[in-house]
């Protein structure tokens, strides 16, 4: 059974950092690709970063230059590091993971808050 279990977030201050990590278990993070996405209430959850199998990555144009996604082969752990936050990166953020061969996520972690005070 795959679990994906997000920590990491936390309320900073407008241009602070935080590094969010994504343990999965039943799921070898090297082989896939997995995505990180974020949610505000009322809107719909938006992609922010992925990283596929042979470690190519894509952001959202609104985060490049400030995050960075990753993985740790060998501690089967996704991060994010968010630099230079901004109020507008509060949301909750979730870590998600392919089912297959392509960036199409069917695994989905439960999400971890992460606040930007101005």
């Known amino acids: 059974q795959v679990r994906l279990v997000e920590s990491g977030g936390d309320s900073v201050q407008a241009g602070g950092s935080l590094r969010l990590s994504c343990a999965a278990s039943?799921?070898?993070?090297?082989?896939?690709?997995m995505g990180w996405f974020r949610q505000v209430p009322g809107k719909e959850r938006d992609g922010v970063a992925l990283i596929d199998s042979v470690g190519s990555t894509r952001y959202v144009d609104s985060v490049k230059g400030r995050f960075t996604i990753s993985k740790d082969n060998a501690k089967n752990i996704l991060y994010l590091q968010m630099n230079s936050l901004k109020p507008e990166d509060t949301a909750m953020y979730y870590c998600a993971a392919s089912n297959g061969g392509s960036c199409s996520f069917g695994y989905w972690g439960q999400g971890t808050q992460v606040t930007v005070s101005s």
């Open positions: 039943g799921y070898i993070v090297s082989s896939y690709c």
